[in-house]
Structures are given as C-alpha cells and as structure tokens.
C-alpha cells in the first residue's frame, strides 16, 4: 500500500536540521550492527516468544496504538482497528506458527541429484542480512512498517525504522512496544523522518557500511532515488510502490457484489490505498448497467481529504480524459487544502488516458467496456503499474482470466482481502516495484539462503586432471543421463561404467 508520488505536506513533520538528523543515523546504525550479531544468536523460539507478547499486548492495549494514529483520511478509530490491528496481529500469529518451518534447514531434493554426486548432501539454510532499514510510508503507519520490522526481527535481524510523514508517533509507539516485548534496545531503533536519515543509513560514508537491505513502501518515484542511491553499496532492496490497479469485470459477473466492491475502494481510508480499484474493464453487455449502479453508489459515498497538488493534478488528468471522450459522473474538488475531494466516477475512458496509466492516490474509478475478457488484458497491458487485480464473474471463468493478469496478487469475487490474510505474499511488478512483503515469502525475503554440501563418498572422479582419455568417459556418461530413449541411455550406461572399470585397473 503505497503512498502518493507527493507527500502531503501537511503531514510532515519537522524533523529538525540535517546535520543533527545524519549525526543520529550514524550512532543508531553503529549500535544495531553491534545488535544484529547479538541478536541472530537468539533461538528462534525466543525471538517469536517476543512476538506472542507484542501480539498480546495489541490485544490488551489497543488504545496505546489507536491513539497514535492521525490521518484524516479515517472515518474512525474502527477503521484503524481493522485496517492496521487486526492484520498486523493476525500477521503476528502467522510468524509464530509458520516460522520455524519457513526458516527451518532444508534438505535438497535428492531425485534430481546427478548420479555422480550420489555422495553428496545439501542442506539449505536462512540467514539474516544483518541491518535493514524499513521506510515506511504515512497511509498505514502501523500494519506496514510494524508487518516489516517483526519479519526482519523474526529472520534474526535489526531493525532501523525511517517513518512516514506524520508517521512518527505510530512508529515510535511500535518501536516502544517491541523494546517492551523483549527485543534489545538497540536491535530496532527509530531514526528520525527526514530524508537525510535514510540517505545516511543507505551510504553513511566510504569509510562506513551501511545497511544490509532495504524494504520500501512510497511511490515509484521514491523508488528509483532510493534504488540509486542502494545501487552504489548494492544494497538489496524489496520495493512496494505505486499502484493503478484493475477490476476485470465479466458478463457474468455479480453487479450488485462488483458495485459494493467498487464503493467499498473509494471509501476504505479515503481510498488512499495503493491496491484501491483505479481502472475496470466491463465487458459491453453490463457496461451500461454497471454504470448506472455505480452512479447511484457514488452518491452515498462519502469525501475525502485529498492533498491539494494530488487534487489538482487528478483535475487536470480528469479534464484530459473527458476532453478525449469520457464522461464524468460523479464527483468535485473544492478549493481548500487539503482539498475535498467527492469520488470520481468516469464512463466509457479511454484506455489511452493518463488517468488510467498514473497512480494517482485520491478516489477515482475509470470505467472502460470491452468486448471479451483479450481486450481487457490488451486494454490494462497499457498501464505501467502491476500490483494487485479484481477479477468478477463465474468461478472457472474468472480462474483462468486471473491466470493472465499482469498483477502481483489477483483476487476473484472480493476485495482488500490480500491485506487482511497474512498468508499472502504481497508485492509488484513493473513500476509497482519488486520483492514482497507479508507471508512466508515476506519472511524469506528479510533472509538469504545458504547451502551447505557435504561429501560423503570416497569416489571424486572431478579431482583427477581430465587426461585426452576421459573424452570417451565424459561422452558416455552424458548419453546415459541425457539420451532421448531408453536404449541409448542404456548403451551409455554400459560403456560409461566400462569406462569407470578400466580406470580402477589402470591405478591398481
């Protein structure tokens, strides 16, 4: 769930002068490296056992969290409780009882193995980077950074957690809470929200090393200033960026289910969420319909405080778009800042628009009919953004529909349900970035893998010099692993082990 590709400015917080912000960064960063290594020591039991009690205490103290949370964009603290408490609980139950196994050594298969290496044992296993730095954003100030900072804590890491704007006080409080649940004061830390922090941490100096990985969540935009900076130490990153995501409406689909899903998208946290519907593709046999429906749904759907650069460049894209054809059904911006934004509907877009080809963090739908489920894919292939998609209609229909959608998650029949189910690996393609977050694939990327392989076997036919002689072993062995048929593969088998007795007589 990605930020706006502009902050709102309204919401940064001053994080005083630069040189007191880089001079924090650099003592931070120095006690977390000493941290890390302390900190990966500890059984994996242990450090889960401190995630059970944060989980815990989520449940016992809510209003410790709620109550760090300002963002205008909420209808209400319920609203907090289910868009961040519940899924960063249920994603802390997830780790306890899925890590060991996720993180757990795991012996390669050995039906694959080549004959030659039968001897041969190897074990994978996962291992923390050391120090990552999460940057997190200002639309979830809690389910997003805190999902992050318990995987890299979980995997054995320390954490440096740069906070969204006016994110501070949730990070602080997440930060606080994890201390009190028993990580080491040093192994997450909270750097101050400016840009100079991150930028310190990313390549404090020549002399100095930096972070280990980064995970991001912000706009595309953000992501390729960060990425030029990690290029220079190549510093792995996992980037969540922007999104403009698709609804795949068919034929048969539920229109009642499509237009709830569709309002629900404009109204959930003021539609600042990166996975909230931008473009749909309706099939021109329920185009005219749907969008009736959505217009009378519209009229109940509520404003939403809008930055107002994002307001008025959602104007000025809406005027393209019209200009070229479409038509507005709903919705207006008033002239305050932040702007009141009331949900744009737009009918028959076209798939051309840079409405629909820009991530665009305020609430507007842009509806587009199609004539069958190619067109749609052609029509949404025009947008740079892949992060998640909504496919509507029967069943096995719409499986296989999903199954050609460009996205990074796709769900069928619903919506939002990817945040809410801490199964789900979560992460884009394109300009919505790369890497996941969440899920057992989120926890694997807070790691990197190690193989150990141990020889048990005597015979190492690969520590003699190849002599002109061995080109006839190397020919035969490789037709009885490789042949297309049976005889042949069994041919070579013959001559390679022919080959292999000669040998053993020749050094005796």
Not at 17 to 30: E, N
Not at 123 to 136: D, K, Q, S, T
Not at 148 to 165: F, R, S
Not at 366 to 387: E, F, I, Q, T
Request: proline share 7%; net charge negative; with cysteine.
């Amino acid at each position: 769930m990605s930020d706006a590709v502009v902050e709102p400015p309204s919401t940064v917080r001053d994080a005083g002068p630069g040189p007191s912000d880089v001079a924090d960064t650099l003592a931070k960063l120095d006690a977390a490296r000493d941290a890390a290594t302390a900190w990966a020591r500890v059984d994996l039991s242990d450090r889960l056992a401190c995630v059970r009690r944060f989980r815990h205490l989520v449940a016992e103290r809510p209003d410790d969290f709620l109550y760090s949370v300002t963002i205008p964009q909420r209808r209400n603290r319920a609203e907090t409780i289910a868009s961040e408490l519940l899924p960063l609980a249920d994603g802390c139950k997830f780790l306890e009882a899925e890590s060991p196994t996720i993180l757990g050594p795991r012996p390669l298969p050995t039906r694959s193995r080549p004959d030659w290496l039968k001897g041969v044992e190897a074990v994978e296993h996962r291992e923390p980077f050391g120090v990552v730095l999460i940057i997190a954003t200002w639309n979830y100030p809690l389910l997003l950074p805190g999902i992050q900072a318990i995987q890299a804590l979980t995997a054995g890491n320390a954490v440096l957690l740069k906070p969204g704007p006016a994110g501070a006080d949730a990070a602080a409080t997440l930060v606080e809470a994890l201390r009190d649940c028993g990580v080491p004061e040093d192994a997450v830390a909270l750097l101050p929200d400016s840009v100079e922090a991150a930028q310190t941490a990313i390549d404090p100096s020549p002399e100095v090393r930096g972070v280990d990985k980064i995970a991001l969540t912000g706009a595309a935009a953000t992501g390729r200033a960060v990425l030029a900076q990690a290029a220079e130490r190549l510093t792995p990153a996992a980037m969540e960026l922007s999104g403009c995501d698709a609804v795949f409406v068919r034929g048969d689909a539920d229109l009642d289910l499509v237009t709830k899903c569709l309002a629900l998208g404009m109204t959930f946290n003021g539609s600042a969420t990166c996975i909230a519907p931008r473009r749909v593709f309706v099939h021109d046999a329920v185009a005219e319909e749907l969008g009736t429906r959505l217009k009378n749904a519209f009229a109940d759907v509520p404003s939403a405080p809008v930055d107002r650069r994002i307001a008025d460049r959602l104007d000025a894209l809406v005027a393209d778009a019209t200009a070229a054809g479409a038509s507005l059904a709903a919705g207006s911006i008033d002239d305050g800042d932040p702007a009141t934004v009331m949900p744009h509907l737009l009918l028959d877009v076209s798939p051309d628009a840079e409405l629909v080809r820009s991530d665009v963090f305020a609430p507007v739908l842009s509806v587009m009919p199609v004539a069958d489920d190619r067109a749609a894919l052609a029509a949404d292939g025009n947008c740079p953004y892949a992060l998640g998609a909504t496919v509507f209609g029967r069943e096995d229909a719409a499986r296989e529909l999903a199954a050609c959608v460009d996205a990074g998650c796709v769900v069928i029949n619903d919506f939002l349900i990817p945040t809410a189910d801490p199964r789900v690996a979560f992460g884009g393609r394109g300009e919505s970035g790369f890497g996941v977050t969440r899920g057992g694939e989120g926890l694997r990327e807070m790691t990197r893998p190690k193989t150990v392989l141990v020889q048990k076997s005597s015979w190492r036919p690969h520590l003699d010099p190849p002599t002109p002689g061995h080109e006839d072993f190397f020919k035969n062995y490789l037709r009885w692993q490789h042949a297309e048929n049976a005889s042949d593969r069994r041919a070579g088998m013959f001559a390679f082990l022919k080959e292999v007795y000669a040998q053993w007589r020749a050094k005796r």
